[in-house]
């Protein structure tokens, strides 16, 4: 019903008036090139509308050159623009599309195949090495410090090679990639109540063992899941779970 709906609103705005939409544009953006969100900002129609019309960004703006051709008038490319900055925002929210399209910790490749809005280097740049670049990522989708409490531990373990706590500690430690693909697979959620940093102001999230690391569970991705900090915090070692 709802679908329908909106598909015939769609219909009723007639092209001409997407078309003078989008060149009211082209003149506000000084005939440069510019994105859906630009143009939802200054335009009486969404930027999303215009997608949806032609089948997607790129092709709306095919269209709107071909008009602008008409009146002997064109549209530059964007500049690259390498000094753009980014917010932390931007930043992170171009990462989860492609971490979920991908389903996995994009690899420079993958990430390149992604049609990214912002560019491999840039990550690199702004946050010293692409694994820094995730790791910020997943701090940030974890709510916070859980990482950098994790990566005390890992430090002090380091300092203590040789001695016999060692081995216990950093047996517990669960490896960077595993904690990824733990995050991964249940979406950056907690697997309890579904909250997550994203949408649930102060939720942190947790890596936890469901068979509890002192009575024996492992630390690989079958003994594992994503849990906040009050769920995670409710459950001691003698309460032991029915794994998914
Ligand atoms: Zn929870």
Request: aromatic share 10%; glycine share 8%; hydrophobic share 30%.
């Amino acid at each position: 019903m709802d679908f329908k709906f909106q598909r015939k609103r769609l219909n009723e705005i007639p092209e001409a008036k997407i078309l003078d939409e989008l060149e009211k544009a082209a003149k506000h953006f000084n005939y440069i090139e510019f994105g859906h969100r630009e143009f939802s900002k200054i335009a009486d129609i969404s930027g999303s509308l215009v997608k949806k019309r032609y089948g997607g960004w790129k092709k709306g703006l095919e269209a709107l050159r071909k008009r602008l051709q008409e009146k002997g008038l064109s549209l530059s490319p964007r500049p690259h623009a390498p000094n753009r900055i980014y917010s932390d925002k931007e930043l992170f929210a171009e990462m989860e599309r492609i971490w979920q399209k991908v389903g996995q910790r994009p690899s420079k490749t993958e990430w390149e195949m992604s049609e990214p809005r912002i560019s491999y280097p840039c990550y690199k740049k702004r946050f010293g090495g692409w694994t820094n670049a995730c790791l910020k990522f997943i701090e940030h989708k974890m709510g916070g410090d859980i990482l950098a409490e994790d990566f005390v531990i890992v430090e002090q373990a380091s300092q203590q090679v040789g001695k016999t706590d060692y081995k216990k500690e950093s047996s517990r430690d669960i490896p960077l990639g595993l904690r990824l693909k733990v995050l991964s697979r249940d979406n950056f959620r907690c697997s309890f109540c579904g909250k997550s940093p994203a949408t649930d102001f102060g939720t942190k999230l947790h890596i936890d063992h469901v068979t509890p690391f002192s009575k024996g569970g492992k630390s690989v991705l079958e003994n594992l899941q994503t849990l906040c900090e009050a769920c995670n915090l409710g459950k001691s070692d003698t309460f032991i779970k029915v794994g998914q």
